[in-house]
Protein backbone atom coordinates (compact mmCIF):
# COMPACT_ATOMS: atom_id res chain seq x y z
CA UNK A 1 0.00 0.00 0.00
CA UNK A 2 1.03 3.27 -0.72
CA UNK A 3 1.79 5.90 1.87
CA UNK A 4 3.04 9.44 2.25
CA UNK A 5 3.57 10.79 5.65
CA UNK A 6 4.47 14.70 6.00
CA UNK A 7 5.66 15.97 9.03
CA UNK A 8 7.12 19.49 9.82
CA UNK A 9 4.34 21.31 9.61
CA UNK A 10 3.69 24.43 12.44
CA UNK A 11 3.42 27.23 13.93
CA UNK A 12 6.34 30.13 12.90
CA UNK A 13 6.50 34.12 12.22
CA UNK A 14 6.58 36.33 9.29
CA UNK A 15 10.19 35.91 7.78
CA UNK A 16 10.66 32.30 9.60
CA UNK A 17 11.83 28.80 7.97
CA UNK A 18 10.52 25.94 8.16
CA UNK A 19 11.55 22.04 6.67
CA UNK A 20 8.67 19.84 5.09
CA UNK A 21 9.18 16.38 5.36
CA UNK A 22 7.54 13.73 3.22
CA UNK A 23 8.20 9.73 4.03
CA UNK A 24 7.62 7.51 1.22
CA UNK A 25 6.53 3.47 1.34
CA UNK A 26 4.89 1.12 -0.94
CA UNK A 27 5.80 2.09 -3.87
CA UNK A 28 9.47 2.57 -5.74
CA UNK A 29 9.92 6.48 -4.95
CA UNK A 30 13.40 6.43 -6.90
CA UNK A 31 11.40 6.05 -9.97
CA UNK A 32 8.57 8.62 -9.45
CA UNK A 33 8.26 12.27 -9.98
CA UNK A 34 7.64 14.07 -6.46
CA UNK A 35 5.17 17.40 -5.55
CA UNK A 36 4.54 19.58 -2.90
CA UNK A 37 0.47 20.98 -3.45
CA UNK A 38 -0.85 23.29 -0.54
CA UNK A 39 -4.27 24.51 0.30
CA UNK A 40 -5.07 27.19 2.77
CA UNK A 41 -8.03 26.62 4.99
CA UNK A 42 -11.13 26.75 2.87
CA UNK A 43 -9.23 27.19 -0.57
CA UNK A 44 -8.62 25.30 -3.61
CA UNK A 45 -5.75 23.52 -4.37
CA UNK A 46 -2.18 25.16 -5.76
CA UNK A 47 0.30 23.39 -6.93
CA UNK A 48 3.82 24.68 -5.39
CA UNK A 49 6.88 22.23 -6.63
CA UNK A 50 7.99 19.45 -8.68
CA UNK A 51 10.97 17.19 -8.68
CA UNK A 52 12.45 14.71 -11.03
CA UNK A 53 13.68 11.12 -10.02
CA UNK A 54 17.08 12.06 -9.56
CA UNK A 55 16.27 15.89 -8.44
CA UNK A 56 18.29 17.34 -11.65
CA UNK A 57 15.04 18.97 -12.66
CA UNK A 58 12.45 21.31 -10.05
CA UNK A 59 9.42 23.83 -10.87
CA UNK A 60 8.19 25.94 -9.07
CA UNK A 61 5.20 28.12 -8.73
CA UNK A 62 6.34 31.86 -9.23
CA UNK A 63 5.19 32.81 -5.57
CA UNK A 64 7.59 30.51 -3.65
CA UNK A 65 10.34 30.95 -6.57
CA UNK A 66 13.82 31.89 -4.20
CA UNK A 67 12.02 31.54 -1.07
CA UNK A 68 11.26 27.62 -0.89
CA UNK A 69 13.36 25.13 -2.47
CA UNK A 70 12.09 21.00 -3.00
CA UNK A 71 14.70 18.62 -2.74
CA UNK A 72 14.42 14.26 -2.17
CA UNK A 73 16.89 11.39 -0.68
CA UNK A 74 16.32 8.43 -2.82
CA UNK A 75 18.36 6.48 -0.29
CA UNK A 76 15.77 7.56 2.10
CA UNK A 77 12.60 7.63 0.54
CA UNK A 78 11.91 11.18 1.30
CA UNK A 79 10.93 14.04 0.06
CA UNK A 80 12.07 17.79 1.64
CA UNK A 81 10.61 21.08 1.08
CA UNK A 82 12.34 24.09 2.66
CA UNK A 83 10.24 27.24 3.57
CA UNK A 84 12.57 30.54 3.84
CA UNK A 85 11.08 33.61 4.25
CA UNK A 86 7.68 32.51 5.38
CA UNK A 87 4.36 35.40 4.64
CA UNK A 88 1.16 34.69 5.74
CA UNK A 89 -0.08 33.94 2.34
CA UNK A 90 1.97 30.40 2.68
CA UNK A 91 -0.42 29.33 5.70
CA UNK A 92 -1.76 26.07 4.05
CA UNK A 93 -1.80 22.58 4.53
CA UNK A 94 0.70 20.90 2.49
CA UNK A 95 0.68 17.58 0.96
CA UNK A 96 3.01 15.56 -1.22
CA UNK A 97 2.28 13.29 -3.84
CA UNK A 98 3.83 11.10 -6.53
CA UNK A 99 3.15 11.93 -10.04
CA UNK A 100 1.37 9.34 -12.14
CA UNK A 101 3.27 8.50 -15.99
CA UNK A 102 1.48 7.50 -19.16
CA UNK A 103 3.30 6.67 -21.75
CA UNK A 104 5.92 8.88 -21.75
CA UNK A 105 4.32 11.77 -19.89
CA UNK A 106 3.96 12.93 -16.37
CA UNK A 107 0.11 13.05 -16.22
CA UNK A 108 -1.40 14.04 -12.58
CA UNK A 109 -0.65 13.46 -8.75
CA UNK A 110 -1.93 10.00 -8.13
CA UNK A 111 -1.31 9.00 -4.35
CA UNK A 112 -1.13 12.08 -1.81
CA UNK A 113 -0.47 11.92 2.15
CA UNK A 114 -2.70 13.35 4.82
CA UNK A 115 -0.58 16.80 4.34
CA UNK A 116 0.80 18.74 7.09
CA UNK A 117 -0.69 22.27 8.36
CA UNK A 118 1.81 25.51 8.17
CA UNK A 119 0.23 28.30 10.10
CA UNK A 120 2.76 31.46 9.37
CA UNK A 121 1.83 34.31 12.45
CA UNK A 122 2.61 36.29 14.91
CA UNK B 1 1.24 31.89 -16.97
CA UNK B 2 -1.67 30.38 -18.25
CA UNK B 3 -4.60 30.65 -16.12
CA UNK B 4 -7.80 27.47 -15.50
CA UNK B 5 -11.00 28.56 -15.24
CA UNK B 6 -13.76 26.58 -13.39
CA UNK B 7 -17.55 26.84 -14.16
CA UNK B 8 -20.09 26.90 -12.38
CA UNK B 9 -18.10 27.67 -8.80
CA UNK B 10 -20.85 25.42 -7.44
CA UNK B 11 -23.78 23.92 -8.06
CA UNK B 12 -26.53 21.72 -6.40
CA UNK B 13 -28.57 18.99 -8.36
CA UNK B 14 -30.46 16.20 -7.72
CA UNK B 15 -29.51 12.19 -7.34
CA UNK B 16 -29.11 10.60 -10.14
CA UNK B 17 -29.10 14.06 -12.30
CA UNK B 18 -26.68 14.93 -15.52
CA UNK B 19 -24.07 17.09 -13.98
CA UNK B 20 -21.09 19.01 -16.11
CA UNK B 21 -18.58 20.91 -14.61
CA UNK B 22 -16.31 23.03 -17.37
CA UNK B 23 -12.74 23.89 -17.30
CA UNK B 24 -11.43 26.41 -19.20
CA UNK B 25 -7.74 27.62 -20.39
CA UNK B 26 -6.41 31.11 -21.17
CA UNK B 27 -4.28 29.10 -23.70
CA UNK B 28 -3.97 26.01 -25.64
CA UNK B 29 -2.83 23.07 -23.68
CA UNK B 30 -3.69 20.26 -25.86
CA UNK B 31 -4.82 17.24 -23.52
CA UNK B 32 -2.90 17.67 -20.75
CA UNK B 33 -5.27 18.27 -18.07
CA UNK B 34 -6.34 16.33 -15.22
CA UNK B 35 -9.45 15.86 -12.88
CA UNK B 36 -9.57 15.14 -8.84
CA UNK B 37 -12.18 15.19 -6.54
CA UNK B 38 -11.74 16.51 -2.75
CA UNK B 39 -14.33 15.13 -0.67
CA UNK B 40 -15.37 16.95 2.63
CA UNK B 41 -12.55 16.49 4.86
CA UNK B 42 -10.14 14.17 2.55
CA UNK B 43 -7.60 14.95 0.15
CA UNK B 44 -7.82 14.73 -2.80
CA UNK B 45 -8.13 11.92 -5.49
CA UNK B 46 -7.11 11.39 -9.06
CA UNK B 47 -9.81 10.72 -11.12
CA UNK B 48 -9.16 11.85 -14.81
CA UNK B 49 -5.97 12.19 -16.92
CA UNK B 50 -5.16 13.06 -20.66
CA UNK B 51 -8.66 15.10 -20.41
CA UNK B 52 -10.44 11.80 -20.80
CA UNK B 53 -8.96 8.57 -19.38
CA UNK B 54 -10.48 7.37 -16.71
CA UNK B 55 -7.82 6.17 -13.96
CA UNK B 56 -8.26 2.37 -12.55
CA UNK B 57 -10.72 2.17 -10.15
CA UNK B 58 -12.68 5.47 -10.95
CA UNK B 59 -16.74 4.68 -11.63
CA UNK B 60 -17.87 4.80 -15.17
CA UNK B 61 -20.00 7.81 -14.54
CA UNK B 62 -17.52 9.85 -14.39
CA UNK B 63 -16.08 10.76 -18.23
CA UNK B 64 -13.97 13.19 -19.25
CA UNK B 65 -13.74 15.49 -22.61
CA UNK B 66 -12.39 18.32 -24.37
CA UNK B 67 -8.77 19.82 -25.93
CA UNK B 68 -7.04 22.84 -26.71
CA UNK B 69 -9.00 25.68 -24.24
CA UNK B 70 -12.35 24.02 -23.19
CA UNK B 71 -12.72 20.74 -21.30
CA UNK B 72 -15.51 19.14 -19.30
CA UNK B 73 -16.31 16.71 -16.54
CA UNK B 74 -19.14 14.95 -16.38
CA UNK B 75 -20.98 12.91 -13.81
CA UNK B 76 -23.43 10.67 -16.28
CA UNK B 77 -25.97 10.13 -12.96
CA UNK B 78 -24.96 11.88 -9.73
CA UNK B 79 -25.11 9.57 -6.44
CA UNK B 80 -24.70 10.77 -2.78
CA UNK B 81 -20.82 9.66 -2.61
CA UNK B 82 -20.42 12.25 -5.29
CA UNK B 83 -20.61 15.42 -3.26
CA UNK B 84 -16.95 17.00 -3.36
CA UNK B 85 -15.21 19.77 -4.96
CA UNK B 86 -14.09 18.84 -8.12
CA UNK B 87 -10.60 20.13 -9.68
CA UNK B 88 -9.34 20.53 -13.27
CA UNK B 89 -5.61 20.86 -13.67
CA UNK B 90 -3.36 21.66 -16.59
CA UNK B 91 -0.02 19.63 -16.93
CA UNK B 92 1.67 20.39 -19.56
CA UNK B 93 4.48 22.53 -18.19
CA UNK B 94 4.90 24.64 -14.98
CA UNK B 95 3.18 25.77 -13.53
CA UNK B 96 0.84 23.13 -12.95
CA UNK B 97 -2.17 25.28 -11.98
CA UNK B 98 -5.35 24.01 -10.56
CA UNK B 99 -8.60 25.77 -11.52
CA UNK B 100 -10.59 27.05 -8.64
CA UNK B 101 -12.66 24.24 -8.00
CA UNK B 102 -16.23 23.63 -8.54
CA UNK B 103 -18.65 22.35 -5.56
CA UNK B 104 -21.15 20.33 -6.23
CA UNK B 105 -24.09 19.12 -3.64
CA UNK B 106 -26.81 17.37 -3.53
CA UNK B 107 -30.46 18.77 -4.13
Known amino acids: EVQLVESGGGLVQPGGSLRLSCAASGFTFSTYWMS ?6 GKG ?6 IKQDGSEKYYVDSVKGRFTISRDNAKNSLYLQMNSLRAEDTAVYYCANIIVAGRNLVGHLSW ?8 SS | ?7 PSSLSASVGDRV ?10 SNYLAWYQQKPGKVPKFLIYAASTLQSGVPSRFSGSGSGTYFTLTISS ?4 DVATYY ?3 YNSAPWTFGQGTKVEIK
Open chain 2, 20 to 29: TITCRASQGI
Open chain 1, 45 to 50: LEWVAN
Open chain 2, 78 to 81: LQPE
Open chain 1, 36 to 41: WVRQAP
Open chain 1, 113 to 120: GQGTLVTV
Open chain 2, 1 to 7: DIQMTQS
Open chain 2, 88 to 90: CQK
